[in-house]
């Protein structure tokens, strides 16, 4: 087996795309290697092999040890790591970006830094929510109230369909055992969604903290996203979950989602959607098999918004 001095860095036309990949894996009470560029979960039923470049979010539960070679396939690849506790999930880390063109950040900078461009996106964001509304000319307190009214109508619906007793969503940070086993399931799902969001965010190579409707925190990008897909996706999966079972909510939770998730080809929708939102209206909106997103391309800024090619010195045809 090659040392990690002798292996050549993965190129991103080599890695799979973020749409195409594992939603995320769980593992717990395992030691987690690397075999060339998969890694391998060993406990005591075994070893297990996994393919880094398949991997969206990698979650690791309580237990478990990795090593720096792992992380370090792991961070080529693309793929985010979180740690996570028996009482839910909450996002650590992430892995280097799929896309190595700055475009969608740039565009998402730009269309952040306009606070005309930002209250569009935030609309846009309501539209993919609730298609059957339109949400043209509202503004900022407008779309909160209608978007409060609307979870907690599906709130109450999922309460009506699973016949789970409903008393309000209560959530105490840092205590996942402080509310019923609807409220766990929602905090656990809503967590999962997060570290979803946080792995195609980071793949894209846009910011997870100019958020659009969420603000002032460094995830606001992420919470956006992962609150696309709240009403249709997490929270009807919380309500089935608890409405089988008040026991063991929360691994129960992660499993019934990802079975929704990759049901839904969430990550591939996920991508698409971003995109959407960010290059909407743009004529140079690059495709899936548009080389520039995947070539190590630096340019430098010059007059007139125009880019030059790096890697040159430009003294001679400078004026002084």
């Known amino acids: 087996m ?52 398949t991997i969206g979010t990698l979650l690791l539960g309580p237990g478990t040890r990795i090593t720096h070679q792992a992380m370090s396939v792991l961070g080529e690849s693309g793929a985010a790591v979180a740690w996570v506790g028996e009482q839910g999930v909450r996002y650590y880390a992430g892995g280097r970006s799929l896309n190595r063109s700055a475009t969608l950040l740039e565009a998402q900078a730009t269309r952040w830094a306009n606070r005309r461009t930002r209250l569009e996106v935030a609309r846009a964001m309501y539209q993919l929510r609730f298609p059957d509304e339109d949400p043209s000319g509202l503004s900022r307190q407008e779309l909160l109230g209608r978007e409060g009214r609307r979870v907690k109508d599906c709130y109450r619906r999922e309460a009506q369909r699973t016949g789970v007793p409903w008393r309000g969503r209560k959530y105490v940070p840092g205590d996942f055992s402080a509310g019923d086993s609807s ?6 799902a809503a967590q999962c969604m997060y570290g979803i969001a946080h792995a195609v965010v980071a793949a894209l190579g846009c910011s997870p903290g100019l958020g659009f409707v969420h603000s002032g925190h460094e995830l ?38 990802r079975d929704s998730i990759n049901k839904a080809r969430l990550l591939d ?28 391309q630096v340019t430098l800024q010059s007059d007139r918004d125009v880019a030059v090619p790096a890697g040159r010195n430009y003294a001679e045809e400078v004026t002084w």
């Open 2 to 53: 090659a040392t990690v001095a002798q292996r050549r860095t993965v190129s991103p036309r080599e890695l799979t795309r973020a749409a195409e990949r594992i939603s995320f894996i769980y593992l717990e009470r395992c030691t987690i290697h690397r075999e060339d560029n998969a890694i391998t979960a060993e406990d005591a039923e075994g070893t297990t092999h996994i393919p880094s470049a």
């Open 183 to 188: 409220n766990q399931a929602i905090t656990a």
């Open 220 to 257: 606001s990008f992420v919470l956006d996203v992962a609150d696309l897909y709240k009403t249709e996706i997490g929270i009807p999966v919380a309500f089935d979950v608890a409405a089988e079972s008040g026991e063991d909510v929360g691994s129960r939770t992660r499993r019934a989602l």
């Open 269 to 296: 929708r996920c991508v698409d959607d971003i995109k959407g939102l960010l290059l909407a209206g743009r004529l140079d909106a690059p495709t899936p098999s548009d080389p520039l997103e995947h070539l190590d």
